[in-house]
């Protein structure tokens, strides 16, 4: 396993045998080795992101499960944010979770804006990376919630070798 490897997600792919497909779209398929192997090249592309509050727009589901295993494994928080949100809700939420970096991923390329400089801080690279997710609640109003990687993948199977 890549030295970069070292946070949950990335460990999860890591016991996935890595020929195995992750992701098949109608022209591509990306192995886990593909996203094991392009960890270490995001991590040292992108190292200024280590221990910062990231949000992450991505044009395709493609590019979530390429770049979030490596993106997992720099930053203190990821806040998936939908597309077509509501600016003042943007707002609102980047506010709330303190990001300070947008990544928006297209076509598989990755361009970084940053929003705000906040004094350098250390992460632990053991800690758990808070996950934010937009939802519309009861209300229809959108709230921004907060989890963990194990509540997140709390109903995923961990038995690899089902997964053929």
């Given at each position: 396993m890549n030295k970069q490897m070292s946070r949950k997600?990335?460990?999860?792919?890591g016991r996935?045998?890595?020929?195995?497909?992750c992701l098949i779209t109608g022209d591509r398929a990306?192995?886990?080795?593909?996203?094991?192997?392009?960890?270490?090249?995001?991590?040292?592309?992108?190292?200024?992101?280590?221990?910062?509050?990231?949000?992450?727009i991505a044009t395709e589901r493609v590019e979530l499960a390429y770049y979030l295993p490596a993106l997992e494994n720099l930053a203190r928080s990821i806040f998936l944010q939908p597309n077509g949100m509501d600016e003042s809700v943007v707002q609102r939420f980047y506010d709330a979770a303190n990001i300070e970096f947008v990544l928006?991923?297209?076509?598989?390329?990755?361009?970084?804006?940053?929003?705000?400089?906040?004094?350098?801080?250390?992460?632990?690279?053991?800690?758990?990376?808070?996950?934010?997710?937009?939802?519309?609640g009861t209300t229809g109003e959108p709230k921004m919630?907060?989890?963990?990687?194990?509540?997140?993948?709390?109903?995923v199977k961990k038995d690899v070798a089902k997964g053929e």
């Open positions: 997600l990335a460990q999860l792919i996935i045998p890595r020929e195995r497909a990306i192995s886990y080795e593909e996203i094991i192997s392009q960890v270490d090249e995001f991590f040292n592309k992108y190292k200024y992101l280590k221990g910062k509050n990231v949000a992450v928006c991923l297209n076509n598989m390329e990755v361009n970084a804006e940053i929003i705000k400089n906040k004094e350098e801080v250390n992460c632990d690279a053991g800690s758990d990376v808070i996950w934010y997710l937009a939802t519309s919630v907060s989890y963990t990687l194990e509540a997140l993948t709390s109903a």
